[in-house]
T-cell receptor, first 115, second 114 residues
């Protein structure tokens, strides 16, 4: 069964550094998402992406964050100048092809630890 | 954000019996609801969904019930198996949001005892 893959599985970064989290969505999906889960808290939506542009973003997704689909298969989340509170599990998801009322399929996540 | 709430942090059932997981929501604009299962160190795995035009959807051992007037949904697992032990999340999305963001509940840890 096709799956969403995320790399790396664990990223340790010094506060203030930039980090890029990578995702390969399911190949025929057209809608891409990032979520995060801080330890002990709910899974929170960050951003959705379709047709090479952001379709929705949450209040968490400020100027520190950016997303990109640099080629036909990868979808990345960049966090500039990381803060301690960015430590969390980051999940990538994809859905499609219609996007409406389609289940989102998640990768296994990247654990981001900011020191 | 309390729009989706799972009031039971944990549930324990015997193998072979029914597991019933509950979820309440407050946003009347939600029109699509999903259940995910999550094992430690893995991402959420999609189980079953239901749109607001239905009140029941069944897939094998899993059935989701939606009560729109009560803003309540439930997941029934029959019969429960030890491999079903995991955290179960309900999630919802709204036609209002162009990006189909999912709003998640807190999760319920299901333990199925042999």
């Amino acid at each position: 069964e096709p799956e969403v893959t995320q790399t790396p599985s664990h990223q340790v970064t010094q506060m203030g550094q930039e980090v890029i989290l990578r995702c390969v969505p399911i190949s025929n999906h057209l809608y891409f998402y990032w979520y995060r889960q801080i330890l002990g808290q709910k899974v929170e939506f960050l951003v959705s992406f379709y047709n090479n542009e952001i379709s929705e973003k949450s209040e968490i997704f400020d100027d520190q964050f950016s997303v990109e689909r640099p080629d036909g298969s990868n979808f990345t989340l960049k966090i500039r100048s990381t803060k301690l509170e960015d430590s969390a599990m980051y999940f990538c998801a994809s859905s499609g092809p219609s996007g409406v009322n389609q289940p989102q399929h998640f990768g296994d996540g990247t654990r981001l630890s900011i020191l | 954000d309390q729009q989706v709430k799972q009031n039971s942090p944990s549930l324990s059932v015997q193998e072979g019996r029914i597991s019933i997981l509950n979820c309440d929501y407050t946003n009347s604009m939600f029109d699509y609801f999903l259940w995910y299962k999550k094992y430690p160190a893995e991402g959420p795995t999609f189980l079953i969904s239901i749109s607001s035009i239905k009140d029941k959807n069944e897939d094998g051992r899993f059935t989701v019930f939606l009560n729109k007037s009560a803003k309540h949904l439930s997941l029934h697992i029959v019969p429960s198996q030890p491999g079903d032990s995991a955290v179960y999340f309900c999630a919802a999305s709204s036609w209002e949001t162009s990006g189909s963001r999912l709003t998640f509940g807190e999760g319920t840890q299901l333990t199925v005892n042999p």
